[in-house]
Protein backbone atom coordinates (compact mmCIF):
# COMPACT_ATOMS: atom_id res chain seq x y z
CA UNK A 1 0.00 0.00 0.00
CA UNK A 2 0.97 3.66 -0.83
CA UNK A 3 0.97 5.54 2.23
CA UNK A 4 -0.87 9.24 2.12
CA UNK A 5 1.92 11.64 2.81
CA UNK A 6 0.85 14.43 5.15
CA UNK A 7 2.76 17.91 4.73
CA UNK A 8 0.68 20.94 5.74
CA UNK A 9 3.97 22.60 7.94
CA UNK A 10 2.28 21.16 10.90
CA UNK A 11 2.75 18.32 13.18
CA UNK A 12 0.78 15.30 12.19
CA UNK A 13 -0.31 13.16 15.63
CA UNK A 14 -1.87 9.88 16.02
CA UNK A 15 -3.13 8.84 19.33
CA UNK A 16 -3.30 5.47 20.10
CA UNK A 17 -5.50 5.02 23.86
CA UNK A 18 -8.04 2.39 24.66
CA UNK A 19 -9.78 4.95 26.29
CA UNK A 20 -12.26 6.80 23.83
CA UNK A 21 -12.86 9.96 26.06
CA UNK A 22 -9.07 10.44 26.81
CA UNK A 23 -8.49 10.18 22.97
CA UNK A 24 -11.02 12.50 22.06
CA UNK A 25 -10.16 14.86 25.19
CA UNK A 26 -5.99 14.88 24.10
CA UNK A 27 -7.40 15.83 20.23
CA UNK A 28 -9.02 18.34 21.76
CA UNK A 29 -6.53 19.46 23.45
CA UNK A 30 -3.96 19.81 20.73
CA UNK A 31 -5.89 21.45 18.00
CA UNK A 32 -6.98 24.14 20.42
CA UNK A 33 -3.38 24.77 22.30
CA UNK A 34 -3.38 28.16 20.19
CA UNK A 35 -0.25 27.94 18.36
CA UNK A 36 -1.54 26.02 15.25
CA UNK A 37 1.33 23.60 15.44
CA UNK A 38 -0.57 20.18 15.29
CA UNK A 39 -2.62 19.21 12.36
CA UNK A 40 -4.30 15.86 10.72
CA UNK A 41 -5.28 14.01 14.27
CA UNK A 42 -6.37 10.58 14.00
CA UNK A 43 -6.92 7.71 16.99
CA UNK A 44 -6.89 4.15 17.25
CA UNK A 45 -7.98 2.25 19.88
CA UNK A 46 -6.60 -0.99 19.57
CA UNK A 47 -3.40 -2.71 17.94
CA UNK A 48 -5.39 -3.62 14.84
CA UNK A 49 -6.69 -0.37 14.21
CA UNK A 50 -3.36 1.70 14.74
CA UNK A 51 -1.09 -0.46 12.35
CA UNK A 52 -3.71 0.62 9.70
CA UNK A 53 -3.42 4.05 10.29
CA UNK A 54 0.16 3.62 10.41
CA UNK A 55 0.24 1.42 7.20
CA UNK A 56 -1.92 4.53 5.49
CA UNK A 57 -0.17 7.73 6.35
CA UNK A 58 2.72 8.81 7.70
CA UNK A 59 2.07 10.49 10.51
CA UNK A 60 5.19 12.66 12.65
CA UNK A 61 4.77 11.53 15.70
CA UNK A 62 2.74 8.73 17.57
CA UNK A 63 1.37 9.28 21.08
CA UNK A 64 0.88 6.08 22.68
CA UNK A 65 -0.49 4.34 26.05
CA UNK A 66 1.55 1.99 27.71
CA UNK A 67 -1.35 -0.17 28.48
CA UNK A 68 -3.52 -1.76 25.74
CA UNK A 69 -5.51 -4.79 25.25
CA UNK A 70 -3.59 -7.41 23.68
CA UNK A 71 -0.44 -6.48 22.58
CA UNK A 72 0.56 -3.67 25.17
CA UNK A 73 2.19 -0.38 24.06
CA UNK A 74 6.17 -1.37 24.63
CA UNK A 75 5.29 -4.14 22.73
CA UNK A 76 3.89 -2.05 19.42
CA UNK A 77 6.77 -0.13 18.92
CA UNK A 78 8.38 -3.19 17.00
CA UNK A 79 5.80 -2.94 15.05
CA UNK A 80 5.18 0.73 14.60
CA UNK A 81 9.40 0.54 13.49
CA UNK A 82 8.19 -2.13 10.85
CA UNK A 83 4.76 0.07 9.67
CA UNK A 84 6.52 3.26 9.96
CA UNK A 85 10.04 3.31 10.84
CA UNK A 86 10.28 7.68 10.71
CA UNK A 87 7.27 8.15 13.25
CA UNK A 88 8.41 9.24 16.54
CA UNK A 89 6.86 7.64 19.14
CA UNK A 90 6.00 9.50 22.35
CA UNK A 91 4.60 7.31 25.20
CA UNK A 92 2.07 8.85 27.60
CA UNK A 93 1.02 6.70 30.61
CA UNK A 94 -0.54 6.76 33.94
CA UNK A 95 2.32 4.72 35.03
CA UNK A 96 4.91 6.32 36.86
CA UNK A 97 8.48 6.79 35.45
CA UNK A 98 9.95 4.20 37.51
CA UNK A 99 8.31 1.00 36.19
CA UNK A 100 8.50 1.31 32.52
CA UNK A 101 10.07 4.89 31.12
CA UNK A 102 13.62 3.86 30.70
CA UNK A 103 12.42 0.04 29.03
CA UNK A 104 10.34 1.88 26.59
CA UNK A 105 13.11 3.94 25.72
CA UNK A 106 15.29 0.90 25.40
CA UNK A 107 12.77 -0.44 23.27
CA UNK A 108 12.48 2.58 20.76
CA UNK A 109 10.07 5.45 22.46
CA UNK A 110 11.31 8.89 21.80
CA UNK A 111 10.07 9.91 25.25
CA UNK A 112 8.13 9.47 28.33
CA UNK A 113 5.59 11.53 29.76
CA UNK A 114 2.92 10.62 32.63
CA UNK A 115 -0.60 11.45 31.69
CA UNK A 116 -0.73 13.97 34.99
CA UNK A 117 2.05 15.97 32.92
CA UNK A 118 1.17 19.73 31.97
CA UNK A 119 -0.31 20.81 28.73
CA UNK A 120 2.92 23.18 27.81
CA UNK A 121 4.99 19.99 28.84
CA UNK A 122 3.12 17.83 26.53
CA UNK A 123 3.40 20.25 24.09
CA UNK A 124 6.88 20.65 23.77
CA UNK A 125 7.54 17.09 24.17
CA UNK A 126 5.78 16.69 21.24
CA UNK A 127 7.82 19.34 19.14
CA UNK A 128 11.37 18.01 20.50
CA UNK A 129 10.04 14.57 19.70
CA UNK A 130 9.32 15.27 16.15
CA UNK A 131 12.17 17.62 15.61
CA UNK A 132 14.44 14.58 15.88
CA UNK A 133 14.99 14.86 19.72
CA UNK A 134 14.68 12.77 22.99
CA UNK A 135 12.45 13.88 25.45
CA UNK A 136 13.60 13.05 28.97
CA UNK A 137 11.55 14.68 32.04
CA UNK A 138 13.46 15.54 35.20
CA UNK A 139 12.14 12.96 36.76
CA UNK A 140 13.49 10.48 33.87
CA UNK A 141 16.53 11.72 33.79
CA UNK A 142 17.13 11.66 37.36
CA UNK A 143 16.44 7.79 37.18
CA UNK A 144 18.17 7.52 34.22
CA UNK A 145 21.13 8.84 36.03
CA UNK A 146 20.46 7.06 39.29
CA UNK A 147 20.54 3.80 37.66
CA UNK A 148 23.93 4.51 35.52
CA UNK A 149 25.61 5.84 38.40
CA UNK A 150 24.70 3.41 41.17
CA UNK A 151 24.91 -0.16 38.92
CA UNK A 152 23.89 -1.87 41.80
CA UNK A 153 21.79 -5.38 42.15
CA UNK A 154 18.52 -5.73 39.85
CA UNK A 155 15.44 -5.73 41.84
CA UNK A 156 13.32 -9.11 41.23
CA UNK A 157 10.91 -7.10 39.45
CA UNK A 158 13.05 -5.61 36.90
CA UNK A 159 13.32 -9.40 35.75
CA UNK A 160 9.93 -9.49 34.63
CA UNK A 161 8.63 -9.10 31.30
CA UNK A 162 6.19 -5.63 30.60
CA UNK A 163 3.19 -8.17 30.22
CA UNK A 164 4.00 -9.75 33.66
CA UNK A 165 4.47 -6.52 35.49
CA UNK A 166 1.56 -5.25 33.86
CA UNK A 167 0.08 -8.27 35.71
CA UNK A 168 1.19 -8.02 38.79
CA UNK A 169 -0.31 -4.22 38.80
CA UNK A 170 -3.13 -5.59 37.78
CA UNK A 171 -2.99 -7.68 41.08
CA UNK A 172 -2.55 -5.20 43.07
CA UNK A 173 -5.21 -3.01 42.08
CA UNK A 174 -7.42 -5.87 43.14
CA UNK A 175 -7.85 -7.95 40.22
CA UNK A 176 -8.53 -11.45 39.22
CA UNK A 177 -7.71 -13.87 37.06
CA UNK A 178 -10.81 -13.63 34.85
CA UNK A 179 -11.37 -9.41 34.79
CA UNK A 180 -7.45 -9.20 34.03
CA UNK A 181 -8.04 -11.38 31.52
CA UNK A 182 -11.02 -9.67 29.94
CA UNK A 183 -9.04 -6.50 30.49
CA UNK A 184 -6.17 -7.42 28.69
CA UNK A 185 -7.89 -9.20 26.00
CA UNK A 186 -6.48 -12.64 26.97
CA UNK A 187 -7.73 -16.38 28.21
CA UNK A 188 -7.74 -17.05 31.60
CA UNK A 189 -5.75 -19.70 30.71
CA UNK A 190 -2.92 -17.02 29.91
CA UNK A 191 -2.76 -14.87 32.77
CA UNK A 192 -2.64 -17.91 35.20
CA UNK A 193 0.57 -18.95 33.27
CA UNK A 194 1.97 -15.24 33.61
CA UNK A 195 1.14 -15.99 37.47
CA UNK A 196 2.92 -18.57 37.31
CA UNK A 197 6.23 -16.90 35.94
CA UNK A 198 6.21 -13.72 38.19
CA UNK A 199 5.71 -16.12 40.83
CA UNK A 200 8.80 -18.08 40.18
CA UNK A 201 10.87 -14.95 39.31
CA UNK A 202 10.16 -13.11 42.32
CA UNK A 203 10.56 -16.45 44.53
CA UNK A 204 6.81 -16.49 46.06
CA UNK A 205 4.44 -18.51 46.61
CA UNK A 206 0.40 -17.02 46.51
CA UNK A 207 -1.19 -14.36 45.02
CA UNK A 208 -1.67 -12.61 48.13
CA UNK A 209 2.15 -12.76 47.98
CA UNK A 210 2.48 -10.38 44.25
CA UNK A 211 -0.42 -8.03 46.48
CA UNK A 212 2.07 -7.55 49.17
CA UNK A 213 5.66 -7.52 46.75
CA UNK A 214 3.78 -5.19 44.45
CA UNK A 215 2.01 -2.59 47.40
CA UNK A 216 5.54 -2.95 48.56
CA UNK A 217 7.62 -1.96 45.59
CA UNK A 218 5.17 0.85 44.22
CA UNK A 219 3.99 -1.64 41.46
CA UNK A 220 0.63 -0.59 41.79
CA UNK A 221 -1.45 1.74 39.63
Given at each position: MIKMKIRSGKLSILIIDDHPIFRKGLARLLKDDGSGRFDIIDEAGDRKTALEKLDSADFDVVLMDISMPGRNGIELLSDIRRFSPKARVLMLSIYP?????????????????????RPEELFNAISKV?????????????????????????????????????????????????NIAADLCLSPKTISTYRGRILTKLDLRTTADIIRYALKEGLNA
Open positions: EEQYAIQSIRNGASGYLNKSCAGGGLYISDDLAELMTRDLVAGKRKKQHELLSVREKEVVTRFASGGTIK
